[in-house]
């Protein structure tokens, strides 16, 4: 569902409902009585996206990697010192380089994705609270056959994502219940073939496939709710070292979610990815909307 993009003049009074009732009661509103004062109604596409680097330890590549986890933010125009309400959603991307990586480790066909957090954070110009976006994933289904299943029938004494589940048959760790993602790959190992044009022939000699493109993980639409500074510009980016991430050292999957962090099963591992953050440059790497003052 998008907002209504209004002239100057709807624009006028889609902010001043926006603040009484906020963006998401305003979205609401314009499907059901149609476009504003007669106002046109086009979709309201993000007013800020960019990819923003994130920098990770996970607990199967022992270096830390960047990332580029794209956030897209929507909101109408910030005036001084009001109340506003912005909506956000992105991708979380884990990019080739490091799917490459686990191949070392591990061979990565799919994934079971078990937890994502991608912590939207304001970092300068308004005040608001945090906000937190998860998967957009909400089917659940067996390892083998993909019938549907429900993961509080889990077996809880098992490892996550290795439980067997009384949903799934055979009943056991090697078919879990879970959201899977599959990898982008490609099996054509031939000569000549597309492993050969990556030159990945190296990963289809250990797997019999290789890696050929990112990994997007889509993430479910969300919204906060802010009040403008006087002026400036306000900045929008992923939760910065303040937060406390683990990024000294490779986190345990057993360690809490992190404000920007991931669980997965992949193979016959259990995979904890913890990131954080950081921009020496955050008026040109951040997600920027200016304050109109009087």
């Not at 000699?205 to 400036?232: H, M, P, V």
């Amino acid at each position: 569902m998008r907002l209504p993009l209004p002239d100057d003049r709807c624009l006028r009074l889609g902010t001043d409902i926006s603040r009484g009732f906020g963006l998401p009661l305003l979205l609401t509103m314009s499907l059901m009585v149609g476009p504003l004062a007669g106002c046109a109604n086009p979709p309201l596409e993000p007013t800020g996206s960019k990819a923003i680097t994130v920098i990770c330890r996970n607990s199967i590549v022992g270096s830390p990697s960047l990332l580029d986890w794209e956030l897209r933010v929507t909101t109408l125009p910030i005036e001084s010192g009001e109340p506003f309400t912005a909506e956000f959603d992105g991708v979380a991307v884990f990019d080739e380089a490091f799917l490459d990586a686990a191949q070392l480790v591990v061979g990565l066909k799919e994934v079971n994705l078990i937890d994502l957090k991608a912590t939207v954070r304001v970092l300068e110009g308004a005040t608001g609270d945090d906000v937190i976006l998860t998967s957009e994933l909400n089917t659940y289904e067996c390892f083998s056959g993909g019938e549907e299943c429900d993961p509080v029938n889990d077996d809880v004494t098992g490892v996550p994502g290795r439980r067997s589940n009384t949903d799934c048959q055979p009943e056991e760790t090697t078919n879990p219940c879970g959201r899977f993602v599959p990898a982008p790959i490609s099996t054509d190992c031939d000569p000549g073939g597309v492993c050969a044009e990556l030159g990945k022939m190296g990963q289809c000699s250990d797997n019999e496939f290789c890696i050929t493109g990112d990994l997007r993980l889509e993430l479910k639409r969300d919204w906060g709710e802010y009040t403008a500074d006087s002026q400036g510009h306000v900045l929008f980016g992923w939760a910065d070292e303040s937060t406390g991430a683990p990024i000294e050292g490779p986190p345990t999957f057993e360690d809490p979610t992190g404000p920007l962090g991931v669980r997965l099963g992949v193979s016959i591992l259990a995979v904890a990815l913890e990131c954080v953050m950081r921009s020496d440059k955050p008026d040109e790497e951040l997600i920027s909307f200016p304050i109109q003052t009087p």
